[in-house]
């Protein structure tokens, strides 16, 4: 088959898929786990890039707390992810309440639930699920599932158990989702789901990744055959097999193995696989993988080991190199834009849809390190808005205040001392003339993130020196770290967009002389039939 008959055929497939992404922007994450034996330096990694166009961009802290015997704790659904701020916020329903516990733990909120003080982080990505699993009705939803998980536990295992049972106790309400699910040993995919209106329960499997490799997942289920014999892989309630059998969905007579993703959320778009293909061959390019095979392995082995630098870049990544590369082509305009705005269905056809987006909330990567204490092991590096326009930041999962100009901040009001909007700023000001920007861009990120991580070990040394005599100063010192390099970012970043603008004002490139103009690339003047002006007939 040519690649034009598939790219033809792939249409349909993508056009079913962009009328939902344009009603449901939230449904667009990509999460990134990767094995300590997999890691430069032994971490436990996880990623998340929170693509949702309408999502509260700010940073929530929730400090520890204790609470008496006989408590209770309520469960909300999230009404919407957008800030208190803005005209269409709905706010939080209260669903129920369940006992709570003497003690829970800090940790940081966006979207979901994203790291506590124990080294416990958790990625995500929306998969969907038969529609027949919709249960309206449940308590939970995955934004309370993740926030629980993080007040209450301190490993990935743990963490599973806990939300798969009370999932299966009180009711699921969400749609089909994932978790990676990660601690400063091992790392899972947890995905699970309604079953179905007739039981107040839920479905769900969990996959561990192994040590040595690496796993994605791009809104769509990942989890295939499970095996319940090998309790060090494999985790599923206890409903798994039953409901696909009483529904017709699976029948072990037939012979067919169980196929959780087969039976609970089909789904073969090129939305989800493509991202998928991108992000196993750029940690794996030795396996050749085919751009547009319907299923890839789990888990695959990386070529080289992977840094925290590697997630971050892959998050900046719009298929650059390949045939689906984003930032050539007429639609990516004279200057090569990878950013491709929501089309109407009625339009005909589907965009291709890269790992970074433009309507990020945010982006982050955890590193969790298992040869340090807790509060000088976790590690949040956190970028506001989308990839490619974003620097990240370190900060430490002991941090008891998150940065000022990280904690405000609507997208519905400009501020400039909110740092999603310096971020939001550079990245739409770089589609003036990306093919230029984006080199003082990137050369401007790694400029502040190498520094970065230049000072992450005498920062760390000087952290593990005050734990021996005093913790809570340790801590301190953290957050001081964090937060003051943070807001100094914000600050070094406005500077470096107010250059910009001065810079490609006008169309020129100001710098270093005034006024140069550059013009337009050749091959577009002629696609676009730039020629001489007509000689005057009349």
């Not at 990516?332 to 849809?353: K, L, V």
């Not at 970043?493 to 100001?510: M, R, T």
Request: hydrophobic residues 40%; negative net charge.
């Amino acid at each position: 088959m040519t690649r034009a008959i598939k790219t033809r055929l792939a249409i349909p497939i993508l056009l079913a898929v962009a009328l939902v992404m344009v009603a449901m922007p939230a449904w667009a994450c990509t999460s990134i786990p990767v094995g300590k034996g997999a890691s430069v330096d032994g971490s436990v990694m996880t990623t998340h890039t929170d693509d949702c166009g309408y999502c509260d961009p700010r940073i929530i802290y929730y400090p520890a707390a204790d609470y008496p015997e006989g408590s209770m704790r309520p469960v909300y659904s999230i009404g919407s992810f957008r800030s208190p701020e803005e005209e269409a916020f709905v706010p939080p329903v209260l669903q129920g309440e369940i006992p709570q516990v003497s003690h829970t733990y800090a940790y940081f909120f966006g979207s979901y639930g994203m790291i506590n003080e124990k080294q416990l982080a958790l990625g995500e990505t929306t998969i969907g699920n038969r529609r027949e699993l919709s249960n309206p009705t449940g308590m939970f939803d995955i934004g309370e599932l993740s926030r629980i998980a993080l007040e209450r536990c301190t490993t990935a295992r743990e963490a599973i158990a806990l939300m798969g049972a009370l999932a299966e106790e009180y009711g699921y309400r969400d749609s089909g989702e994932c978790l990676t699910v990660a601690d400063k040993n091992e790392v899972w995919l947890f995905e699970v789901m309604g079953s179905t209106p007739l039981y107040q329960s839920a479905v769900w499997a969990a996959q561990r990744v192994p040590d040595d490799h690496v796993s994605v997942s791009a809104n769509r289920s990942r989890i295939g055959e499970i095996d319940l014999d090998n309790p060090d892989y494999f985790m599923a309630s206890k409903n798994v097999f039953d409901l696909a059998i009483e529904n017709g969905w699976w029948d072990p007579a037939s012979g067919t193995p169980f196929v959780f993703y087969e039976v609970y959320a089909p789904k073969d778009n090129v939305y989800n696989s493509r991202r998928e293909w991108r992000v196993l061959s750029l940690l794996a390019p030795s396996l050749n993988l085919d751009p547009w095979a319907k299923r890839y392995p789990f888990s695959v082995k990386p070529d080289a080991r992977v840094s925290v630098d590697t997630l971050n870049q892959i998050q900046r990544d719009h298929y650059e190199g390949t045939e689906f590369d984003l930032t050539q082509g007429l639609a990516a305009g004279a200057f090569g834009t990878p950013d491709r705005w929501a089309t109407p269905g009625s339009a005909g056809g589907a965009w291709e849809r890269a790992i970074s987006i433009f309507r990020a909330a945010y982006t982050w990567t955890a590193q969790l390190r298992n040869w340090l204490p807790d509060e000088v092991g976790g590690i949040l590096w956190f970028g506001s808005d989308c990839g490619q326009g974003t620097v990240y930041v370190p900060i430490y999962c002991s941090s008891t205040r998150v940065p000022s100009s990280y904690a405000i901040g609507s997208t519905v009001e400009f501020d400039p001392n909110a740092a999603w909007w310096v971020f939001d700023f550079v990245a739409n000001w770089a589609n003036l003339k990306y093919s230029y920007m984006i080199k003082d861009i990137k050369a401007k990120q790694a400029e502040i993130e190498n520094r970065q991580y230049a000072i992450q070990p005498a920062i760390e040394m000087a952290a593990l020196n005050l734990m021996d005599t005093n913790p809570a100063l340790a801590r301190e010192f953290l957050t001081q770290y964090t937060c003051s390099n943070a807001d100094s970012v914000v600050d070094e970043y406005w500077e470096f967009a107010k250059w910009l603008i001065v810079k490609y004002n006008d169309g020129y490139d100001n710098v270093p002389k005034v006024g140069v103009s550059v013009g337009y690339p050749a091959d577009w003047l002629k696609a676009v039939g730039f020629g001489p002006l007509p000689v005057p007939y009349k």
